[in-house]
């Protein structure tokens, strides 16, 4: 049985975009802790403090779209945010979350069934979805994207593993 | 079976024969692009405690976002790029006075056809106005690929997008990309290739191109294409790039598409996306006499010289209106000097502009922010809530036309009235 990583939902609509997540004048930053202070900022400090007492963020489709901004996914990590999951993601917004060691859920039902304020567990290896009681599937991750995601992101990924077999080549 | 641009042009960077989408590539992208999140790949290298760059000539740097500096700290960064490109010999290096990123690497003739080309910002789409695939990354991936040349890619489907034309009297591709982001919404098109067929785009300037493939971003797409041709030849020749430096990539004739959607450009009004999501698109006449503070005629999609020129052809001899401010902010340093010498500038000055230097000035926040409830027309390709200033202003977003129009009358209004 594998570690399950979840908490309490803080649940948003479609479309859901990095200017609203994480606005562009606190890009000068790259630390997820002063991130995590402005992130859903737009939306006012009610939503910022619940976004701070929970570990899960859920979403409608097209979470993340707009810009390419990598923050968009640090800042969550930064809030205390061990999970995202929603009906869809916009493709940079995936991306930045795999490579941030965020994961992130491609899961309609799951998004659907939970409550804002609920609880939502994920067993990674497993692809499941528990909330409301419920048990939901999702496709696992490739193997690829799934060590990049176990290192802790893209950049710990290659320090572990890239980065020394390609020293060890160019020794032999 | 037939073949789509994108599954011929990942192959060829994957350097395998052919791949099928859904398919996950290691791809060795062309060209790396990085604008104001350079320092960011800067400091993740330092982290990664590696000073080793697969190929430096890959590299292209572009200080845009926030030219020139505001504060200290983005001082610093810019010099830490600075200093990187000179220790490391990145030839491709703009500081803080050439313009916007993806204006500037097409002006230098560095965007081919054929090439895949990855790059910090999401609009990286728009090289696909030249026939290349490009497409938006995060800092930290950019920075595996100045280490390591590759990065992982999901073979996407493709879209097919007809547009037919000409164009209906003072509607421009702005319009038709606004009706398509509209009709197809903001993931209408997402991890997919966009791909721009019908009579519009054969025979289209490279400037629509980029309009049509910067815009595409705003469906989700992964990438967005126009098939190379005459046109694209002679833009490159120009640039002195000849033909023999590149190869040509096309879709195949019975390539096979997961959707597809056409516009009549032909029947088309100009069309206004209203606040706060690209995606809620109306025709101009559902949304005329809205009441604007500001006008922002700038950005990688409607900032060209053909935009400015555009713009100008209304304003010529006119006045903004009292209480409008009109802010203009050229592309590209190529841009400004063209529009100098052949009095583009002054006409805009002479109707009441603030012309500032290029970049992307007010698209990234960067001066020309707003108040609490005010409003601005901008020909950007957002409109989301506090993306120039307070977060309780509202942007809505037009042709450089319509931008013109609505300047002059201080609300928002038909350019075909001007015309
Ligand atoms: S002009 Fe706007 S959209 Fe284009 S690269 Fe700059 S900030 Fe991004």
Redesign the interface.
């Known amino acids: 049985m594998s570690e399950k990583i979840g908490g309490k939902v803080i649940k948003f609509g479609n479309?859901v975009?990095?200017?609203?997540i994480i606005?562009?004048?606190y890009?000068?930053s790259?630390d997820p802790q002063e991130l995590g202070k402005h992130a859903f900022?737009?939306l006012g400090p009610e939503v910022q403090k619940r976004l701070w007492s929970s570990q899960v963020v859920v979403a409608g489709?097209?979470l993340g779209?707009?810009?390419?901004?990598?923050q968009a996914?640090s800042c969550l990590i930064g809030a205390g945010i061990k999970a995202v999951v929603a009906k869809?993601?916009?493709?940079?917004f995936f991306?930045?979350c795999i490579?941030?060691g965020l994961p992130a859920i491609e899961c309609a039902e799951a998004a659907e069934a939970v409550a804002d304020g609920g609880e939502l567990w994920i067993d990674l290896e497993g692809g499941i979805v528990e909330a409301q009681g419920k048990s939901f599937r999702f496709a696992p991750y490739?193997q690829?994207?799934k060590q990049i995601l176990d290192a802790g992101?893209?950049?710990s990924y290659?320090?572990k593993y890239?980065?020394p077999q390609?020293q060890a080549l160019k020794r032999s | 079976m037939g073949k789509t641009f994108a599954e011929k042009a990942l192959a060829r960077a994957a350097g395998v024969a052919e791949v099928r989408p859904g398919e996950?590539v290691d791809v060795y992208p062309d060209l790396y692009m990085s604008h104001?999140?350079s320092w960011?790949c800067i400091?993740?290298m330092e982290?990664?405690?590696?000073d080793?760059i697969y190929d430096v000539d890959r590299i292209a740097m572009v200080m845009d976002h926030i030219s020139p500096a505001q504060?200290a700290?983005?001082a610093d960064?810019q010099r830490l790029c600075r200093e990187f490109a000179a220790r490391n010999g990145i030839k491709k290096f703009y500081d803080v006075n050439a313009g916007i990123a993806h204006v500037v690497l097409t002006e230098e003739g560095f965007i081919r056809p054929g090439m895949v080309i990855i790059?910090?910002?999401?609009h990286?789409t728009i090289y696909g106005a030249l026939g290349a695939f490009g497409t938006?990354?995060?800092?930290?991936?950019l920075?595996?690929a100045w280490?390591?040349g590759k990065l992982?890619m999901k073979v996407p489907l493709s879209v097919k997008v007809v547009i037919e034309g000409p164009l209906a009297r003072g509607v421009s591709s702005k319009d038709v990309m606004l009706k398509l982001i509209g009709d197809l919404t903001?993931?209408g098109a997402?991890?997919c290739s966009v791909e721009f067929h019908g009579s519009y785009s054969e025979g289209l300037s490279v400037s629509d191109r980029m309009t049509l493939c910067n815009l595409a971003m705003e469906l989700?797409a992964?990438n967005g294409f126009v098939r190379p041709d005459e046109i694209t030849r002679s833009y490159l020749a120009e640039r002195g790039v000849a033909p023999d430096r590149y190869s040509e990539i096309h879709p195949d004739a019975d390539a096979v598409y997961a959707k597809s959607a056409t516009i009549d450009g032909r029947t088309l009004a100009p069309q206004i996306a209203c606040p706060h999501?690209v995606?809620n698109v109306k025709p101009i006449d559902q949304v005329v006499g809205t009441k604007v503070n500001q006008v922002f005629i700038g950005s990688c999609a409607n900032a060209k010289y053909e935009d400015l020129a555009e713009a100008a052809k209304i304003l010529k001899g006119r006045k903004i209106a009292s209480g409008v401010r009109l802010l203009v902010s050229p592309a590209s340093k190529e841009i400004v000097a063209r529009i100098v010498k052949d009095g583009i500038y002054s006409i805009l000055l002479e109707a009441g502009a603030l012309i500032t230097n290029p970049g992307c000035s007010a698209c990234?926040?960067d001066g020309g922010v707003m108040a609490d409830g005010e409003v601005t027309l901008s020909t950007a390709n957002?409109n989301?809530?506090?993306?120039m200033g307070s977060?309780k202003a509202e942007i809505y977003l037009g042709s450089p036309a319509v931008a013109a129009a609505t300047a002059i009358k201080g609300f928002i209004a038909d350019p075909r009235e001007f015309l």
């Open positions: 479309s975009d990095t200017d609203v606005p562009g004048r890009l000068v790259i900022e737009p489709s097209n779209c707009g810009s390419a901004r990598e996914a869809s993601f916009s493709r940079v991306r930045n490579n941030t490739p690829s994207l992101g893209l950049i290659l320090a890239v980065l390609q | 996950i104001m999140a960011r400091r993740t982290k990664l405690g590696t080793k504060t700290k983005t960064d790059g910090t910002d999401s990286t938006g990354v995060g800092f930290s991936e920075t595996a280490v390591t992982w903001a993931d997402t991890y989700g992964k999501t995606d990234a926040g957002r989301f809530q506090g993306r977060y």
